[in-house]
């Protein structure tokens, strides 16, 4: 409990003796799908056909909002999911999120278990609701070897991402700065970048995992045409430096969008290729050095929305490669409830045996409630 302390500090120290008001906000969404995935014959010992991925994400905060505008507020966030082919990668089948935050006209100071200034502030290849382009829900369906996580274990030998996660939601401090002629820059510290959400093995050796972040995003309207931009870039101590570039385009109702992502090491890295012990997959951290993109387009409008999105990522010096394409479509019912289809194609290869592979397509459906 000790970092939940050092948040509510934060807040504390940070709040000024002037005349406000109490806030208070919640919300949430639901998803299930059932999906088909079909494989060559040769996969088809180790993977099942059928799938029923569910996830229930909670939002909630509290706060207080002073007459001279500055807001203190305090969120809890909680998520649970099942019936997932893999375990999902980014919070195991349950996780939670507490974090402060501190808002002024000199910008927005926040603590506590959220994504790195250079995440918080990325575009890419546009989204689909609930379906997303990095970190895919694809591998629900067809499972990717490269990203694993059972229980505390982790294995992640490409980038599941074109945007900088290396840390995760590790408890970290970030500071944007206001909004200047469209641009703003941020900036965050992750005192441990190890965390159950993040890429780093639980049970690596090194001696400093402290991270560093920074990230730039701008937006302009030029009328005819909406263009957002987003750079990025990670140090990780010890373990690699990252960056990432992004680019948005909108017009009447059409996205295109994609961004891309490069992970390198330095002599001074600690080499974690070989295996050190049982926990510990070998090249397990292969990731450090590699890369990934994206790109799609997507197109709304009234309340249907249909994308095509594409993802890869590679590792140097490894066969280790991902490749997923989607055709998504989600029709907004009402406020509270969307219907999706979706159909995919994934190709995933790795080191060492055939069940170290795996590729396929998938066809699904599902149901997203939202209050």
Not at 143 to 155: K, M
Request: hydrophobic share 30%.
């Amino acid at each position: 409990m000790k970092k939940y302390g050092l948040i509510c500090g934060f807040l504390l120290s940070a709040t000024p003796a002037v005349a406000g008001e109490w806030v208070y906000d919640y919300s949430g969404q639901a998803n299930g799908f059932y999906g088909y995935s079909q494989y060559a014959d040769k996969y088809r010992p180790f993977y099942k056909h059928s799938h029923t991925p569910v996830t229930a994400e909670v939002y909630t905060s509290a706060g207080y909002v002073f007459d001279n505008g500055n807001e203190v507020r305090l969120g809890v966030d909680g998520q649970i999911s099942g019936g997932k082919e893999v375990e999902d990668y980014n919070h195991g089948k349950w996780g939670e999120n507490i974090y402060g935050t501190w808002r002024s006209a000199f910008g927005e100071l926040s603590g506590g278990q959220i994504y790195n200034a250079a995440y918080q502030l990325a575009v890419g290849a546009p989204s689909v609701g609930s379906i997303r382009v990095n970190n895919s829900m694809i591998t629900d369906f067809v499972a990717n070897p490269n990203w694993q996580r059972h229980s505390r274990v982790a294995s992640y030998r490409t980038l599941n991402s074109t945007y900088l996660n290396t840390d995760a939601d590790a408890p970290k401090i970030s500071y944007t700065t206001p909004e200047f002629y469209g641009a703003k820059a941020a900036f965050s510290y992750t005192p441990d970048s190890y965390s159950e959400a993040g890429l780093i093995n639980k049970h690596s050796r090194y001696d400093n995992r402290s991270s560093y972040a920074a990230g730039l995003y701008h937006h302009i309207n030029l009328s005819w045409l909406e263009v957002e931009s987003s750079l990025g870039y990670a140090y990780n101590r010890k373990n690699n430096q990252e960056a990432s570039a992004g680019l948005s385009l909108y017009r009447k109702g059409w996205t295109l969008g994609g961004s891309y992502r490069q992970s390198w090491t330095t002599s001074s890295d600690f080499a974690m290729n070989l295996r050190e012990n049982d926990e510990m997959p070998e090249y397990f951290d292969g990731y450090r050095r590699g890369k990934a993109f994206n790109v799609g387009l997507s197109y709304e409008i009234g309340p249907f929305k249909t994308g095509v999105a594409y993802f890869a990522a590679y590792a140097d010096k490894t066969d280790n490669k991902d490749k997923i394409i989607s055709w998504t479509n989600r029709w907004t019912i009402n406020k509270y409830a969307a219907l999706y289809v979706l159909t995919a194609h994934a190709s995933y290869k790795g080191d060492g045996e055939l069940r170290d592979n795996n590729r396929g397509y998938v066809v699904a459906g599902g149901l997203e409630l939202n209050f």
